[in-house]
């Protein structure tokens, strides 16, 4: 049986709280709104004790075991704060890499929530990311996954279309075609692997380790290597957060001699094995096709579905904030696409969920604010001061802005009385040249001026036609 152990490392950039700033002192920038300060703090500890400590033990085991292998899915943002803030961190994964018996797999480069907002971004994260894991480590990935697991049908066939061979997601009993978690699947529709996470081995690591009221603490690396050998299938998917190792879980759980000792004690059990993702995807013929249709998302987060994110009405609101900004970022470009990218950053939906119960005491772990409602205030107050900072800078680059825009399709000038429809200046200046006697009512009635001051923020059609209709029509 192949044991795939597969680890994320991810770190957010944590918004700072500016409730009951005096008015002159609100910061006007939204880098401005990042919590620089506290964001290094807490990601220097944790590159002590995970990224440094943790990762040197994994290092040692890599040296010592021929046959123990990991796969790693690190985030394109904790790999720039590495190499600004932790580059010994940085160095050492780059050592495990070396050893060759370490996968790189692919992720939004934001550990983002785009997927929930727009395929091509998505598509666009992903690229990004590649090119980083390929910068810092030379190393091109085989298989992806979608942030915190996120999946259906179409997740699958995208990362499909962009070449990847395997994927991940959460192995949960009603999958429909599902016949357990420890086995290699097909997707629906498309030609990618897929491994389905086993949530009960990899929480009993990530959630239950140093829970002393549980009826199996303390858990040694004996005993859990014991389980995977007892478990029934051909592979299993052993996911957690890489700060589970020094973090979540604190040094003095003995959460290292865990780590130091299991390849030792897997070795031990001819049954098990080592594998990375991809190999464990190849080395294991599948055993059926899973059907996860868009409707039927699922995660690895909750109740394994959207809900950590989109679960209540303020978080659907700022995802539709955020995706209205996108738009406008996107046609900017450049150093505001990326602004807005720091945005989409799944953690700040996180904090935003208003769950309880067991659910709510892991939400409530991760949340830098200490309420989900103060947690959603800061986002729409951050939001607010992005959509002011976008517009500020259309104002000063008109034509470029006007050139590149493509409204969503709730945005675009339609009219049921002549049937006309445009998205873009473009497309606008199309009709006036091609369809001038539908158009002309428009036109003398106002609502093309309307649509270029609400959606485009232009002036008016004279004004916008004089300053940048040559540009648009090239």
């Not at 075609?177 to 990899?202: D, W």
């Not at 200490?370 to 986002?379: H, T």
């Not at 680059?397 to 006309?420: D, I, M, Q, W």
Request: net charge negative; aromatic share 14%.
């Amino acid at each position: 049986m192949d044991i795939v152990l597969y680890f994320v490392l991810h770190q957010p950039l944590r918004i700072r709280p500016i409730i009951g700033y005096p008015l002159g002192a609100t910061p006007s920038n939204p880098y401005e709104l990042f919590n620089w300060d506290l964001n290094q703090v807490i990601f220097r500890r944790i590159s002590e004790k995970v990224y440094i400590r943790a990762s040197k033990i994994l290092l040692d085991n890599l040296k010592m075991f021929k046959d123990f292998k990991i796969t790693l899915s690190i985030s394109g943002l904790a790999i720039e704060l590495m190499e600004k803030w932790a580059p010994e961190a940085l160095r050492i994964l780059q050592d495990m890499v070396e050893t060759e018996k370490v996968e790189l797999c692919a992720q939004t480069y934001y550990h983002s929530v785009t997927w929930l907002i727009d395929s091509e971004e998505f598509i666009e994260q992903i690229r990004e990311h590649i090119a980083k894991i390929r910068e810092v480590f030379g190393y091109i990935p085989k298989s992806a996954e979608n942030t915190e697991f996120i999946y259906n049908n179409d997740v699958a066939c995208t990362l499909a279309k962009l070449g990847f061979k395997t994927t991940v997601t959460e192995g949960i009993d009603w999958i429909k075609g599902f016949k357990g978690s420890n086995y290699v699947y097909e997707a629906y529709g498309c030609n990618i692997r897929v491994l389905l996470r086993n949530y009960r081995l990899s929480d009993d690591l990530a959630f239950r380790f140093n829970l002393r009221t549980w009826d199996q603490y303390p858990l040694t690396a004996d005993k859990y290597a014991s389980w995977l050998e007892s478990s029934p299938g051909d592979v299993i998917l052993i996911a957690l957060d890489y700060e589970t190792f020094g973090e979540h879980q604190p040094p003095e759980s003995g959460i290292y001699e865990f780590l130091q000792w299991l390849p030792r004690e897997v070795s031990k059990r001819s049954r098990l094995k080592f594998a990375t993702l991809y190999e464990a995807a190849l080395n294991n013929k599948p055993v059926g096709i899973i059907d996860i249709p868009p409707w039927s998302t699922i995660s690895w987060a909750d109740e394994r579905d959207l809900s950590a994110w989109a679960g209540n009405e303020i978080q659907r609101i700022h995802l539709d904030m955020l995706k209205l900004l996108y738009y406008y970022a996107k046609a900017l470009g450049g150093e505001y696409l990326r602004l807005w990218r720091l945005y989409s950053v799944s953690d700040h939906f996180y904090y935003q969920a208003t769950k309880t119960g067991p659910a709510g005491e892991v939400h409530s772990y991760f949340n830098p604010y200490g309420s989900p409602y103060k947690a959603q205030i800061v986002y729409q107050q951050a939001l607010l001061i992005l959509s002011e900072y976008l517009k500020s800078r259309i104002k000063g680059e008109e034509c470029k802005f006007l050139e590149n825009f493509k409204a969503p399709p709730e945005l675009c000038f339609y009219s049921l009385k002549t049937g006309v429809r445009a998205c873009s200046f473009k497309e606008l200046l199309e009709l006036i040249n091609e369809h001038r006697d539908l158009i002309e009512y428009h036109i003398r009635e106002g609502h093309i001026d309307k649509w270029l001051r609400d959606v485009l923020l232009a002036g008016s059609l004279e004004e916008a036609l004089s300053k940048c209709s040559q540009s648009s029509s090239k």
